[in-house]
């Protein structure tokens, strides 16, 4: 028994190689760029949640860079409740009925984000938004954005090697940063996320990798903060935290079994 994990693979291919290896096999197939990140992201942003009090129902989002990992997120994010999200890309907001620089990605974007029919640039949509996300490209976001968005704003700039927005220039607005950077606090590194997760999946042979184990994942890995450890420069746990990978592989291997995708039931 064994599993798939894709890597370095662009958008839209990797949606594609994906969902045809998971059609024709019954084995774990995980492409980390996507759901790696966004499991990690997910873990970061619940955390952040727990500072600055919000709900996630009721945060609006903004996503800048609507490709793989962006797709991915977003997903994640509605899954986890979360209502308002706009993607916004080169062209800027994109909503239902927009036409212009439009693809598969981005088609799924207007059809399931963006309810209130948000239009305009990245200014238009960053105003009273909670957390920016971005897996875009390096100074796309201008700490006048930051100080636009709602009261304690939250940023992952995830660009790499440079973000969206250097946190020497978001912090001074910004309640939370975190980037893809080991360099800086908080880096939101899907190597958080990856080996527990497919431990879990290996032990219990599942069948595939679902909603409800990428949820686990991440509530595992959020749950590696304590309440005495959580504060604006803490929200996501080192990848050397002891045990990480055994406290995630468990949480996904109950996950699995509990939805009934698992084939084998660990003894002990």
């Not at 598969?104 to 957390?131: R, V, Y």
């Not at 679902?210 to 949820?215: G, P, R």
């Amino acid at each position: 028994f064994g599993g798939i994990n894709l890597e370095d693979i662009s958008a839209p291919r990797c949606f594609e190689i994906e969902e045809r290896l998971k059609a024709e096999l019954d084995i774990p197939v995980f492409h980390d760029d996507q759901h790696g990140t966004a499991v990690v992201a997910l873990a970061a942003l619940k955390n952040a949640l727990r500072i600055v009090g919000k709900k996630m129902q009721d945060l609006r989002i903004v996503v800048a860079g609507v490709g793989a990992a962006g797709v991915a997120c977003s997903k994640i994010f509605m899954t986890a409740g979360v209502k308002q999200i706009i993607g916004v890309d080169r062209q800027g907001a994109i909503y239902k009925g927009r036409k212009e620089n439009m693809n598969s990605m981005k088609e799924w974007f207007a059809e399931h984000t963006n309810p209130e029919g948000i239009q305009g640039g990245l200014a238009e949509a960053c105003q009273g938004a909670d957390l920016f996300l971005g897996v875009s490209g390096p100074g796309l976001l201008t700490s006048e954005h930051v100080q636009s968005m709602a009261k304690d704003p939250i940023i992952f700039a995830m660009a790499n090697p440079i973000p969206e927005i250097l946190p020497e220039d978001a912090k001074p607005y910004a309640r939370i940063m975190a980037t893809g950077r080991s360099d800086y606090p908080n880096q939101i590194n899907n190597v958080l996320c990856f080996p527990g997760l497919f431990r879990g999946c290996l032990e219990v042979r599942a069948r595939e990798i679902n909603a409800e184990m990428k949820l686990a994942a991440a509530e595992a890995i959020a749950s590696l903060v304590s309440d005495k450890e959580l504060c604006e420069d803490f929200i996501i746990p080192s990848p050397f935290t002891p045990n990480i990978g055994k406290i995630v592989a468990k949480a996904v291997a109950d996950a699995a079994i509990r939805t009934g995708v698992a084939q084998v039931t660990p003894k002990g």
